[in-house]
Every structure is written in C-alpha cells, then in structure tokens.
C-alpha cells in the first residue's frame, strides 16, 4: 500500500527525484540503479515509466544496456527550466501578448536581469 501512496505522487515530482539521482551518478544509469538510489522504495516499471517520459521530452538520453537501457541526463536543472518556459511559450499562439505579459508580471530584479542579458546578447 505504501508503494501505491508513492507511486500517485505527482508526476513532475517522480522526474524530478530521477533526475537528481540522475545527476548524482558518476555515468549512465539503467533503471534498477535509479530505482536503488532514489530516497522512495518505488517499482521498478515506475521508475522505467519515468526514465521513458524524461527521454521523451528531451531531459535525458539514453545508450543501450544489455538488453534495456542505461539513462543520462542531458540538461541541468537550469536548462531543463528554460526548456519548460520555451515549451509553455509555444503553446501559444500570440508570442507577443505572451512575452508582454511575463515581462510585466516580473519584479524589479529579474527585469533588471533580463535587461542586461538582453543588453549583452542573451549571453551568460
């Protein structure tokens, strides 16, 4: 029953523990290794279910394993964030009212921020 409770966690809470276990590994990880590094006991189809979910949206690669696979992430955590928000812009239609929107909704030090990453090309 315990399992159960913790497999109907939100989903985004399931990847984002794989992830971390993810990037706390040393190279590849099949699922069995992920299963037994995550702070949660949790099936191991749970866990290929998310491993598959994340390779689906982009957040981790994968290389072949015997016969499953060995699962790598390919973003951190702050490009795995700007891959969201260009996800939730182009669901949008009017990227203008969109991006008009976010800018007036920010507070004064992220507008600051913005500004200068605007004001030096997008760089870091």
């Known amino acids: 029953m315990a399992e159960h409770a913790a497999e109907r966690r939100a989903a985004g809470e ?40 994340l390779h689906a949206k982009g957040a981790v690669g994968r290389e072949r394993s015997g016969r499953g696979f060995a699962y790598f992430p390919i973003r951190d955590t702050h ?19 969109v991006l008009a929107r976010f800018v007036s909704d920010l507070d004064p030090e992220d507008e600051r921020i913005l500004r200068d990453l605007l004001g030096n090309g997008g760089g870091q």
Not at 23 to 51: H, S, Y
Not at 91 to 96: E, G, I, L, Q, T
């Open 14 to 53: 399931l990847e984002a523990s794989v992830l971390a276990a993810l990037w706390a590994a040393d190279g590849p990880q099949t699922a069995g290794q992920v299963q037994n590094n995550l702070a949660v006991e949790l099936a191991r189809t749970t866990v290929t279910t998310a491993l598959t979910r």
């Open 79 to 97: 490009g795995l964030t700007a891959q969201r928000m260009h996800h939730e812009l182009d669901k949008d239609h009017d990227r203008h009212s």
